[in-house]
């Protein structure tokens, strides 16, 4: 027994850990529900290139779930049951078929398009046919690989470092471009860095949240900053919530900034509002 701990507050953690639990086992017996009865769908996070006019110059797809008993379940706990169930293949066929049949519908109304992102997990990534399947998709809705990015993880290249270099190098051969989420958390190492050619780079929310009051964090990301764009890389700022964050940012010659300071993830209707003006309210 751990010391300072009393019988009490293992059963409080037992508690805890059982109502996880089942929640947990709930949500993965309802993704396939939820799937075949349309309780998902996407929102549109915009990135916004800092100058003197602010510009929105692409944008995020991220998935939503309305279910019928929790309410919204964040992707944050639902795609790693999904990964756990291998139910996340579908999601992720289902994330790409709706973001390409969205853009289809934007081009035939008129809209003047931006590259938009899309999150994928490793495991989908990693399906022996998931190039296959990812130029079926944009052939079948017309879409132009300019407008499309991809949204990758480290973990991806563990294990599969040949194997990802070449299926990068294929998609980026198309015109897709390729971005490295949620680095500065996780592994981050320099190397794959240095071998893989990206065209992005994402700062993770957490190295960016404090930047303003934490020298070290400013420190940590002004480094990666520099390393991004020594390497011809795109530098993205996730997770930008404050304007003191956001005047650190735009002294370190950064790409673009997400986060709530600008916008919250949009709904489509005014995603269409956005692409219109390319602006947003603080803009
Ligand atoms: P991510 O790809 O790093 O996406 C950024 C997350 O940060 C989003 O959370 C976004 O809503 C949130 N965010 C953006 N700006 C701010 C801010 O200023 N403050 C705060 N507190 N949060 C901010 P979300 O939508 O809940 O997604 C969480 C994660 O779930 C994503 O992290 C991504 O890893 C995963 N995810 C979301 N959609 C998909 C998808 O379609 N497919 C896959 N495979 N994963 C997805
Ligand atoms: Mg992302
Ligand atoms: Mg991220
Ligand atoms: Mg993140």
Known sequence: ????????DYRFFDREMRISNQRAFQIKNDLRIGLDNNQFYLVYQPKVSPGKKDIVTSYEALIRWQHPEFQEVSPGEFIPLAEELGMINEIGDWVLENVCRQLKAWKTNGYDLLPVSINLSSSQFLQADFVDKFWSVLHAYQVDPAWIQIEITESLFIDNEKYVQQILKIMKENGIKIALDDFGTGYSSLAYLQKLDLDILKIDRSLISGISHLSIKRKIATTIVQLGKSMGMKVVAEGVETKEELDILRNHDIDE????YYSKP???QEMSEVLKTKKLGKS
């Open 266 to 268: 949009l709904a489509i």
């Open 257 to 260: 900034i997400q986060g709530y």
């Open 1 to 8: 027994r751990v010391k300072g701990l009393s019988k009490n």
